[in-house]
């Protein structure tokens, strides 16, 4: 039982780690490194996530991009992070994870891996 639930923190730590934060108070909100039609999760101030978001540009006050085929304005103001989800990350953690998941167990019991 304990190495299940040792698996399931694994995996749930493993995808946090999978997305980078872009834009935040660290770099004083800095807009400038959002690439046009990359897709984004937007993290609001009062704790909302709007995932699948695609920047297209910004303007003085608010970010627009789409989600689910609408053009939707956010307030710059009600951002608290922008983040970006990184396959490059998640599938040599995902492997890595899976991989220990199969080979811990064996060597916790001392036996050959399968058995």
Known sequence: MKIKALI???SVLFLNACVSTKVSSKNNYD???LKTNSKYIIQTKDGNKIRQ???LGNDDNSIIGNQEGKEIQIEKNSINKVLKFSA??????????ITIAII???YIKNEPVGK
């Open 53 to 55: 978001f695609e920047y």
């Open 31 to 33: 807009y400038s490194v």
């Open 88 to 97: 490059g990350k998640t599938i040599p953690l995902i492997v890595g994870g």
């Open 8 to 10: 399931l923190f694994s």
């Open 104 to 106: 811990l167990p064996a």
